[in-house]
């Protein structure tokens, strides 16, 4: 899948959102992708997870299971374990940690990836490697719909992305929309 499309498939699902708003690290941007706009379409979803997938398989890469963070990443991790034929579980905040609920698990020495919708700072993919690591998975590889560093974040291990772009984020304190006065909307997830 081109990159262009993928730009196409957010636009066209008004998944590209165009404002002010407070992302999940904390930043703010005047871009916001809100994936769940398309992944609510099945065959727009299994697309997309089909595309991933063929990075994965395309590298040779092999795996057991794919790991997502809640909330944005499921359905995407879902699809994408699907199109590689393993199992796919979710990780969840439990106390501000995040971590394997429900009876999921993972084992030592299994290959994992993790599947993402959006990556900006990477700090939600960072969290689900940092709590596979106890249970001594190899994470081999993260994917993601979208890559708003432009692969700059660094995870150690190869990366996928759909769409790659190097979108500005602001700390609250250098908005220049905060200076103007707008006010920043919150539409992710993360509290």
């Known amino acids: 899948m081109e990159q262009s499309e993928v730009a196409d498939l957010f ?9 002010h708003f407070l992302l999940s690290s904390g930043l703010h941007s005047d ?3 809100q994936s769940a706009l398309i992944l609510q379409h099945p065959k727009e979803a299994e697309k997309l997870a089909q595309a991933l997938a063929k990075q994965i398989k395309d590298k040779g890469i092999k795996i057991d299971a794919v790991v997502s963070p809640a909330m944005g990443g499921i359905i995407i991790g879902h699809e994408t374990g699907r199109a590689l034929g393993v199992r796919a579980v979710f990780t969840e905040r439990v106390d501000g940690k995040v971590s ?9 020495g299994e290959k994992v990836i993790v599947a993402e919708d959006v990556i900006t700072t990477g700090l939600s993919t960072q969290e689900v490697i940092d709590a596979l690591k106890q249970f001594d998975a190899e994470v081999v590889a993260v994917v993601s719909l979208v890559d708003r560093s432009a692969g700059k974040v ?3 291990v190869p990366r996928f992305s759909l769409l790659s772009l190097d979108v500005k984020s602001y700390k609250a304190e250098d908005c220049p929309m905060c200076k103007s006065g ?3 909307v919150k539409p992710g997830s993360r509290k």
């Open 182 to 184: 707008e006010k920043p």
């Open 11 to 19: 636009k066209k699902n008004k998944a590209l959102l165009n404002g």
């Open 100 to 108: 394997l609920r429900r009876g999921f698990a993972v084992e030592k």
């Open 31 to 33: 871009t916001y992708f």
């Open 154 to 156: 660094n995870f150690g």
